[in-house]
């Protein structure tokens, strides 16, 4: 296949074969549907940007959007002017130790698992007869 040459219009026409024709009819007009979009070419819109989401880079491929409560954006930004760092170190900060004291929290749980496992164990080595009736 020849590679694709530069996009130069922004009116593209697609013709899908009749098989997803009727799937997108279909799917267009179930009443769940109906009332999130308003054409066939919005879907194929939303169906494209979930593509190129998937499939290529993006310059904010870094950036996870995050819903803040008004009092803690009005903390962070009260830490940012008193000179603290941007609210993204903050943020970023935060967590970053969340996870660590996360991470740690199951490594102890997986530590005393392993170790009651081992008592356990033992015992069924020393008491030949532990747990059976």
Wanted: hydrophobic letters at 35%; zero cysteines.
């Amino acid at each position: 296949m020849a590679p694709l040459g530069p996009l130069t219009t922004n009116r593209l026409t697609v013709r899908l074969d009749p098989e997803r024709a009727a799937r997108l009819e279909y799917w267009a007009t179930d009443e769940d549907n109906a009332v999130k979009i308003k054409s066939y070419n919005q879907i194929l819109q939303n169906a494209l940007d979930e593509y190129l989401d998937r499939n290529t880079a993006s310059s904010t491929e870094g950036a996870i959007p995050i819903t803040i409560p008004g009092l803690v954006r009005d903390k962070l930004h009260d830490l940012k002017g008193k000179g603290f760092g941007s609210i993204d170190h903050l943020v970023s900060e935060a967590i970053e130790k969340y996870a660590m004291a996360k991470l740690k929290d199951e490594k102890e749980y997986q530590f005393l698992s392993n170790e009651v496992g081992t008592m356990t164990n033992r015992r069924k080595m020393i008491f030949s007869d532990y747990g059976s009736d």
